[in-house]
């Protein structure tokens, strides 16, 4: 399995960015998907989780503004980043798991500035 996620950038405070994380290769309908974020000198994070019942679960930052989902192929996953902070400057990893082993894509960098 394959994850690229790509649609990071420079963004003001306030404002939205959208990143997506397509998956390729060995797909299977059951799965876990998940975006996670690591800033300089801080651990990686938990941002969010969408489970291929369409459950998600949020990282306790970003609460009511960011939101996952996914398409209905169940192969590209996305991001709504709203109401951007200076905090949530970091890069950002997607990762995917099914039949218990779990895929890490390449991270994408998000820059907030204020």
């Known amino acids: 399995v394959q994850l690229q996620a790509f649609g990071g950038g420079l963004v003001q405070a306030g404002g939205s960015l959208r990143l997506s994380c397509a998956a390729s290769g060995s797909i299977v309908t059951i799965y876990v998907m998940g975006w996670y974020r690591q800033a300089p000198g801080k651990e990686r994070e938990l941002v969010a989780t969408i489970t291929s019942s369409t459950s998600t679960n949020y990282g306790d930052s970003v609460k009511g503004r960011f939101t996952v989902s996914r398409d209905n192929a169940k192969t590209t996953m996305y991001l709504q980043m709203d109401s951007l902070k200076p905090e949530d400057t970091a890069i950002y990893y997607c990762?995917?798991?099914?039949?218990?082993?779990?895929?890490w894509g390449q991270g994408t960098k998000v820059t907030v500035s204020s």
């Open positions: 990762n995917r798991w099914q039949r218990n082993r779990y895929y």
